[in-house]
């Protein structure tokens, strides 16, 4: 019985040590040698300032850019409060939120349907994309914003199309702040 | 639904099928100590545990100290978790500078981590130094998986062995199981997890400048809201990649960040989804295949596969259903699946996991107690949310967590054995064992347990104005909120309808009792179930033997879970997602 006591607070301190200190040390230096890139974040760097990671989103509201979806992370893409709106599909504020949206978006481009991703928000918060539909709705306002021709702006989201993983795993998408940045380099945004 | 997202879901159980005999027969010898091809490696720092600790691994423990030494490995662990996170300010590795957390959040916590719950009050990001996160809520991912398995092992053994007491060292099932099956594992799969975009490192937050600033409404302490100009991302880091896959691999699944699974950093892409879905089930799937094995009758383990995939097969086609059917109070909004969208309901959905990959993670981070979500489940439609629910009221017996799917699905054996038996009129028998009143009782108590906490804290929820004041929702879905809340942490499954404000006094301190006496009266009843039954003689079969093989078994197997939980659960179901989606087929907002 008391035998069975002194090993519990050895077991948990040795093991601690073992699975709580010297595993996870030793991973993050392998991960820093071997995948230095993606175990910092895939950090975008442009002449020597940070301007986000590859694989999180930020907010967009200019008439020049494609826009992300709505977040619920903190006041919009903050990824020290990530999360979801946590509305469920009956709630009176997710209605309102999505018509409110609707009517906004179709005033700003079209008064097609609005592809469902760009009125709803993501499980984090920080989606770093959307569907291809979604950049599709949104070419021709981009174009006319930035007097570029629509075939230009459609071959460039074209680009940053990404199909399924390995031709069949997940969704086809489109990395917002990657276009983004690319259409900035190709023209400066008004 | 569409024809790419089914065949990615069955890809996940052809997976699924094809590990289970290699991980089933791996482990069978680890924990009958059989040689390995990883010896070399791990004996030594096996036999270095043991004499730092003071085991005697010859040592054969009965059910009850077995137990005692259990519920003592428990108590000081979930203290020193407690400790860490009530000094982590004054401990290395916290470049955010977080402070230490308060009492009750701490006590919650280190509940909810030692229960295999992790049930999370609080948001990794904002609250938990990179000191606790790894050596203290990575730490208890390794042993609180590795107690479930160990206890799985312990009514393995009660089955294959008779006419004894003893039932193995709790010390040595402990050790054994944390290196030989979830270390190697957790070694590759880190780096697995990296490599698609998985951070792994200690240092602080990055501070990046906006493509474009953003003007956004704050409200002050003063309640009042004011346009601001934000130029800045802080973007959180840490060590994620070697808590992320012990999160699956050991069904804990408590996130890194607060989003979970869902976060870009701990689930970056589809192949990264796909691998932790994968890790989820895999070591379950394998138990019950060492069940099979270890009593000498393989064809049982594959029965009760079988009636495992039977149930997941149900949970993933209802949830697939009714959230690629789309939210309908939505007006003006294209939700139908094309080649260049997924369509269906994406509140709280992420792009690169669209429907069935969001439904998938749903059904088996429920089936199992793993609860890591790769969509928040609060905002799936009324019968969508529900699946996952269910899932874990019917026990998380669809492969369940590792070990705890187990245990749990042999209770479900014995009352669907027993069952049998009375219909024909004859003592029930299993593997042959005979079924007696002790066992059915042992039974009995760990399925009401549940019961009774899940509705009666519930009930007191609901009408109390300190349950409550912490609903998000109005309507049925405020009963779904509440309902799953004390579902999730009495399952020690720890996923939740996220909008239900868990940290106040109530929730927190019901909570962890919640989570205490589903994880502990369950423990105990499965210890002395097993002791009872390594005591008995093993009959050889004869003609009157009800067969725990074939298909027959299965179905009487799958009918007994149904039934007793929906007789137990489809009164207060009907009250919540049931009558939401009614409400919400009539176009009824709340």
């Known amino acids: 019985m008391k035998n069975n006591l002194f090993i519990a607070m050895w077991f948990t301190l040795v093991t601690t040590v073992m699975f709580g ?75 309102e939120r999505v018509n ?91 | 639904m569409t024809a790419n997202g089914w065949f990615q879901i069955l890809l996940v159980l052809a997976v699924i099928l094809a590990v289970t005999k290699p991980l089933g027969i791996f482990i069978t010898r680890v924990f009958n100590r059989e040689k390995t091809s990883l010896d070399p490696v791990l004996r ?30 428990g108590g000081v662990s979930m203290a020193l978790l407690y400790l860490i996170q009530r000094t982590q300010q004054w401990l290395p590795f916290n470049p955010q500078k977080m402070v230490n957390v308060p009492p ?32 203290g809520l990575a730490y208890h991912n390794f042993t609180s998986a590795a107690t479930g398995i160990a206890l799985a092992l312990v009514i393995i053994r009660g089955l294959a062995r008779k006419e004894t007491d003893k039932l193995g060292n709790f010390w040595v099932d402990m050790t054994r199981c944390m290196l030989w099956v979830l270390l190697p594992l957790c070694l590759v799969g880190s780096l697995m997890l990296v490599s698609q975009g998985v951070v792994q490192n200690l240092k602080p937050y990055t501070t990046v400048a906006l493509a474009e600033s953003q003007t956004v409404q704050v409200t002050g302490a003063d309640g009042k809201t004011s346009a601001q100009v934000v130029h800045q991302q802080v973007i959180a880091q840490g060590p994620v990649a070697s808590q992320e896959v012990i999160k699956e691999l050991g069904t804990n699944g408590g996130g890194f960040f607060g989003a979970n699974s869902a976060h870009p950093f701990e689930n970056p892409t589809p192949f990264s989804n796909f691998f932790e879905m994968v890790l989820i089930f895999a070591i379950s799937s394998g138990l019950t295949y060492t069940l099979g094995r270890m009593t000498g009758s393989p064809r049982h383990g ?47 959905k992420e792009v690169r996991f669209g429907i069935a990959n969001s439904a998938l993670f749903a059904t088996m981070t429920s089936d199992t107690s793993c609860g890591a979500v790769n969509s928040q489940h609060d905002s799936f439609t009324p019968l969508g949310g529900m699946v996952p629910m269910i899932n874990i009221m019917l026990g998380e017996v669809v492969f369940g967590g590792v070990g705890s799917g187990l245990y749990g699905v042999v209770v479900f054996v014995i009352l669907a054995v027993f ?49 409550t004041s912490s609903i998000s929702n109005s309507g049925p879905h405020g009963l779904s909120q509440v309902l799953y809340a004390y579902t999730s942490m009495v399952g020690n499954n720890g996923s939740a309808f996220g909008g239900l404000n868990g940290n106040t006094t109530w929730y927190n301190t019901s909570g962890a009792v919640a989570m205490l006496l589903g994880r502990f009266f369950m423990h ?20 009157g033997t009800f067969p725990v093989t074939g298909a027959l078994f299965t179905v009487l197997l799958v009918s007994t879970i149904l039934i007793v939980s929906a007789l137990t659960f489809f009164p207060a179901l009907s009250l919540g997602p049931i009558l939401e989606h009614l409400l919400m087929s009539a176009g009824k907002s709340f």
Not at chain 1, 55 to 77: D, E, K, L, N, V
Not at chain 1, 173 to 181: A, D, S
Not at chain 2, 111 to 130: D, H
């Open chain 1, 21 to 95: 200190l010297i595993y996870p040390l030793g991973i993050t230096g392998l991960a820093q040698v071997f995948f230095h890139d993606r175990a910092n974040g895939q950090l975008i760097e442009k002449s020597g300032k940070l301007m986000g990671s590859r694989i999180i989103g930020q907010a967009f509201t200019g008439p020049g850019y494609f826009h992300s979806r709505p977040s619920s992370a903190g006041t919009g893409y903050d990824p020290t409060s990530s999360g979801g709106s946590y509305l469920g599909p009956t709630n009176k504020h997710l209605i």
């Open chain 1, 100 to 190: 409110g949206d609707v009517k906004r978006l179709q005033e700003e481009n079209s008064t097609a349907p609005i592809p469902v991703d760009l009125v709803t928000t993501s499980g984090s918060g920080l989606d770093p994309d959307i569907s291809p539909a979604g950049a599709e709705f949104q070419i021709p306002r981009v174009a006319h914003s930035r007097g570029m021709k629509e075939e230009v702006v459609r071959a460039l989201v074209e680009r940053h199309r990404k199909g399924r993983d390995l031709g069949f795993l997940g969704e086809p998408r489109v990395n917002v702040l990657e276009l983004n940045l690319d259409l900035d380099s190709l023209h400066t945004a008004r």
């Open chain 2, 44 to 73: 030594p720092i096996e036999k270095l545990v043991y004499r730092l600790t003071g085991v005697d691994e010859r040592h054969d423990m009965r059910w009850t100290e077995y137990t005692v030494a259990m519920l003592f490995f």
């Open chain 2, 104 to 135: 009750a959040l701490a006590f919650n916590t280190a509940v909810s981590f030692t229960t295999n719950t992790n049930w999370q009050n609080y948001s990794g990001e904002s609250a938990m130094s990179y000191f606790t996160q790894m050596a």
């Open chain 2, 302 to 348: 594959w029965a009760v596969w079988a009636a495992m995939v039977v149930l997941f097969l149900m949970g993933v086609t209802t949830a697939y259903w009714s959230e690629a059917k789309g939210n309908p109070m939505l007006a003006g909004v294209d939700q139908r699946a094309s080649a260049l969208q997924p369509g269906g309901n994406m509140e709280g």
């Open chain 2, 419 to 467: 069952i049998a038996g009375l219909m024909v009129g004859r003592t029930p028998e299993y593997l042959g064992k005979k079924i007696e009143c002790y066992d059915v009782k042992m039974a009995m108590l760990s399925i009401l347990i549940m019961t009774f906490v899940i509705l009666g804290f519930s009930a007191v929820s609901v009408v109390q104005p300190f349950g």
């Open chain 2, 524 to 543: 105990i009843p499965i210890l002395a179930i097993a002791g009872n039954l390594a005591k008995k003689k093993i009959a050889p079969a004869s003609a």
